[in-house]
């Protein structure tokens, strides 16, 4: 069975082209690309020249299960990534328990490919509980799925613990992801230290406790050689650090969240805790610095930190509420917010949001290629929609974006060549 998707306007970030042409699937694959006469197929899909682009490669998913299932489960999650254009999850391990052992582990992807019409990939703890004190099976947990390993926003306070760890993992050839963050400084804070937070009375952070994180991370990576990813870099003063470290041969890569190149510290306006996010909210000069080294190549990532909460735990006093907010549905239309304001072109997010995670994963999807996976996106990108949360497909509904003007409708979402999901 072959598919012909044409005249729609392809998305190549490999390519850096945006251009009309057509792509051919056949056998789960993409067989073709081009851009004049088209060849014949079993099935025609008419795009009407609206873009079509390789699926989304989201890392740093929650999904609640075990342990929470009332925030998310991967039914839920599933649903809201095909919705949201994202065709690959890679999920957190910050679940309760942790997916530390391979059982869980085991337990996680089989719950994942019964329940969710996306790619899942697990990540595994990088320590024992996420408690930082003792380093996880790591080999026992590559052999049984993991494609990377983290302690999330858990970070490994003794640099001998996570030297060991790094160390191991580079035996492994294995992907270690951190939260870049120096855990004194910011404990307990709910925004960015400045005028802002001291005028609402907020518990505030110095944006330099992200870069002290990463430079400390640096020099353990320089020490150990290890494969490192920044899960989220949110602040301007540590992307020197991160420049250096590029520039110095480390292999090191970095993303950043959605929500981080689109919204800042005045957002959060009348205590909304909606708003409250780990890390908090930056000032507009640290969100403008994100989407130059977005453009640049500096970050290589863009994700939307799916984080769920339920209602009672966002209602409370910003102090004491929750942080994370859900992203998959939000993911895109909130990235075209870049587009539509001329930051940055449709192959460049794509580069960003689907290219560059799969390469850091090793994974051959994120192109417009023959020989890669038919996980492809049909969006509308000037489509214009008011975001209700409670039509989110997500069970948590703690977005930022509710109330929003948004541009950008995901029209159908296609896994394996297969649709997962298509708008009413």
């Not at 939000?330 to 449709?346: D, F, I, Q």
Request: hydrophobic share 45%; aromatic share 6%; with cysteine.
């Amino acid at each position: 069975m072959s598919t012909l998707f044409t005249n729609a306007r392809l998305i190549d970030p490999a390519k850096d082209s945006d251009a009309l042409g057509w792509v051919l699937v056949a056998d789960d694959v993409i067989a073709e690309v081009g851009y004049e006469a088209a060849p014949q197929a079993d099935e025609v899909v008419d795009c009407g020249g609206k873009c079509l682009a390789p699926g989304i490669v989201d890392i740093g998913v929650k999904v609640c299960e075990p342990g929470e299932r009332h925030k998310e489960s991967y039914k839920s999650a599933g649903a809201a990534a095909a919705a949201g254009g994202v065709t690959t999850m890679v999920t957190r391990p910050d679940t309760l328990p942790a997916i530390d052992t391979p059982e869980v582990l085991e337990f996680v992807e089989r719950r994942a490919n019964e329940a969710a019409p996306v790619n899942v990939l697990p990540m595994a703890a990088l320590t024992k509980g996420r408690d930082g004190k003792e380093m996880t099976e790591i080999g026992f947990l590559l052999d049984a799925g993991a494609v990377a390993f983290t302690d999330c926003d858990n970070v490994v306070t003794d640099p001998k613990v996570l030297s060991r760890a790094l160390s191991y993992a580079r035996s492994c050839g294995a992907l270690v992801i951190a939260h870049p963050q120096d855990p004194g400084l910011s404990k307990g804070a709910a925004a960015t230290a400045g005028k802002f937070a001291a005028l609402r009375g907020l518990p505030a952070v110095s944006p330099m406790a992200e870069r002290m994180g990463l430079d400390r991370d640096m020099a353990l990576v320089e020490m150990t050689g290890a494969k490192y990813h920044a899960d989220q870099i949110t602040a301007a003063r540590a992307l020197p650090a991160l420049e250096r470290a590029k520039k110095n041969g480390l292999d090191v890569t970095a993303g950043t969240s959605i929500h981080h190149l689109t919204l800042n510290e005045l957002d959060v306006a009348d205590y909304r805790t909606f708003f409250k996010i780990k890390p908090p909210l930056r000032a507009e000069e640290d969100r403008l610095a994100l989407i130059d080294a977005v453009k640049s190549g500096l970050i290589d990532t863009i994700s939307s930190m799916h984080t769920p909460q339920d209602e009672e735990s966002k209602r409370l006093p910003f102090e004491e509420a929750a942080s994370g907010a859900v992203g998959l549905e939000t993911l895109l239309p909130a990235a075209l917010r870049l587009y539509h304001n001329g930051s940055l072109t449709l192959p460049e997010l794509f580069r960003a949001m689907a290219l560059n995670p799969a390469k850091r994963l090793g994974l051959n999807s994120g192109r417009l290629e023959a020989g890669a996976p038919a996980d492809l996106v049909l969006f509308d990108a000037d489509a214009p929609f008011v975001l209700d949360r409670f039509k989110l497909k997500s069970k948590s509904k703690n977005t930022p974006f509710d109330g929003a003007r948004l541009q950008g409708k995901v029209l159908a979402t296609y896994v394996a060549g297969a649709a997962v999901y298509r708008r009413d």
